[in-house]
């Protein structure tokens, strides 16, 4: 089964700064997707950033961007320039292509910023 | 769009009772999925339905179970409930895609307290 590791329980940021979340993940596909999914403390779980596999460029969304390391295995997730409303828990997942396959997800890294 | 909507958002039930929780994804959504969260356990999987038909089931008793309508609106069912079962339960719909789900879209989730 694929498994998904995030190493980093708890990380801390200063506002306006740039923060690094670790995730690393188990498989033997070659075409899949990965995630990166913010979880507020209201609890609403929404999508950050998508990275298909076939794709060697990374994926940019605003203030978020990945190093997607394919060969490692390796997908961490950057945020530039820290702001308040990114304090949250971040979940990585990782999802074969296909009907069918499940989403794994790792247990999750807790942001704070601080102001 | 509405989102995903879930009921009830709280539930507090005792050991040995059933519980029913329901999911409305959101329009045209025919894919819906099930997690449990827990405090250090993450999400962990518990099945996906779409049209109707359980396509994937994670490693959970039979004392969960689930179904989906026509109308893609899918329900949850825990009997026999025990404190262990405790937890958030998410749940999340996906676009139709031929390579399967490349998205997920959560919904606030139901808080399921077992005394």
């Excluded at chain 2, 040995?16 to 025919?30: E, N, Y």
């Excluded at chain 2, 825990?78 to 719909?93: N, Q, R």
Aim: proline share 5%; net charge positive; with cysteine.
């Amino acid at each position: 089964a694929q498994t998904v590791t995030q190493s980093q329980p708890e990380m801390s940021v200063q506002e306006a700064e740039t923060v690094t979340l670790s995730c690393t993940y188990d498989t033997s596909e070659s075409d899949y997707y990965l995630f990166w999914y913010k979880q507020p403390p209201s609890r609403q779980m929404i999508l950050v950033i998508r990275q298909e596999a076939y794709k060697q460029q990374n994926a940019t969304e605003n203030r978020f961007s990945v190093n997607f390391q394919k060969a490692a295995k390796s997908f961490s997730l950057k945020i530039s320039d820290s702001q308040l409303g990114d304090a949250a828990m971040y979940f990585c997942a990782y999802r074969s292509v296909g009907t069918g396959n499940q989403f794994y997800f790792g247990t999750g890294t807790s942001l704070t910023v601080i102001p | 769009k509405a989102g995903v909507t879930q009921t009830p958002r709280y539930l507090i039930k005792t050991r040995g009772q059933q519980v029913t929780l329901s999911c409305s994804p959101i329009s045209g959504h025919r894919s819906v999925s099930w997690y449990q969260q827990t405090p250090g356990q993450g999400l962990q999987f518990l099945f996906e339905y779409f049209s109707e038909t359980q396509r994937n089931k994670g490693n959970f008793p039979g004392r969960f179970s689930g179904r989906q309508f026509s109308n893609s609106r899918s329900e949850m069912n825990v009997s026999t409930l025990e404190l262990g079962d405790s937890a958030l339960y998410l749940c999340a719909s996906s676009p139709v895609s031929p390579q399967g789900p490349s998205e997920q879209y959560f919904g606030p989730g139901t808080r399921l307290t077992v005394t």
